[in-house]
């Protein structure tokens, strides 16, 4: 990269479930972030890295902007926050098949509490909707604020459009050498990554309640000694004794079907096969409970 590079931090807001997670993994070309279509599936910023000859874009996936019900709702909100402060650009996003609602625009009107950032608008999820919802969507989101910077229709699954996204947000940071080294596609451990791999198996197919109640913890990982194998030992943690029953399902099902799940999104990123053993254990409301959330790593 050249002295005339741009290098930043881009970050994109929206209500849950509006693809943001989708949309940071497909500009980096590799998962960095896990994704379901139950809400709230984010927790953390998860910085992902895309670089071009033009210069590096490093792209902080974070929660859905909502109301708070636990005190887990206000950290992660409290967490949006701070990474909005921090960036060179948000990008606002609003799916292409939904109507933009009072929430939407809530969440606009609150982008003028960053006046530092620049204000990139995305139509996301344009492969699912016809041209008459596209184009009624970029001029619904078009209305919502004076200053965009651009508006974009997109699809991350079929990549269209993201090219021309990535072009305009690189023009879009300042001048500066890359912020992370060439071979980078994430800061996040391996650790880290794994628990949410796991987390997202466990996510698949469980009712509208449990998702917030679920979270993971990596005991223990290692490679074995003298094999080809990873021993990873980890807990999925819930509030309750009947989400733990959920979770196991009938004579252990449902858990063995996460570990099969988990062993395929975990092994290539270990490059190695993976002896996975999973624990559920409860941890009365965590969700509410500060010395937990501070235990669970929020």
Known sequence: MTESTRSGFVTFVGRPNVGKSTLTNALVGEKVAITSDKPQTTRRAIRGILNRPAGQ?????????????????????????????????????????????????????????????????????????????????????????????????????????????????????????????????????????????????ALEGVRDELPHSIAVTIEQMAPRENSDLTDIFANIVVERDSQKAIIIGHKGSRLADVGKRARAGIEPLVGTRVFLSLHVRVAKEWQRDPKQLGRLGF
Not at 163 to 170: A, C, G, I, K, S
Request: negative net charge.
């Open 57 to 201: 874009l490093v792209i902080v996936d974070t929660p859905g902007i909502h109301k708070p019900r636990t005190l887990l709702g206000e950290r992660l909100n409290s967490l949006v926050d701070q990474v909005l402060g921090d960036v060179d650009v948000i990008g606002f996003c609003v799916p292409a098949n939904e109507k933009v609602g009072p929430g939407d625009r809530r969440i606009a009107e609150s982008l003028d509490g960053y006046g530092r950032a620049k204000k990139v608008a995305i139509v996301t999820k344009t492969d699912t909707s016809s041209r008459d919802q596209i184009t009624e969507r970029l001029m619904e989101v078009d209305g919502l604020r004076e200053d965009w910077a651009a508006v974009i229709p997109l699809s991350a699954l079929t990549r269209e459009q993201l090219d021309v996204l990535t072009d305009e947000l690189l023009s879009l940071m300042p001048v500066g050498p890359a912020l992370y080294d060439l071979g980078v596609v994430t800061d996040e451990s391996i650790e880290d990554r794994v628990a949410e791999i796991i987390r997202e198996a």
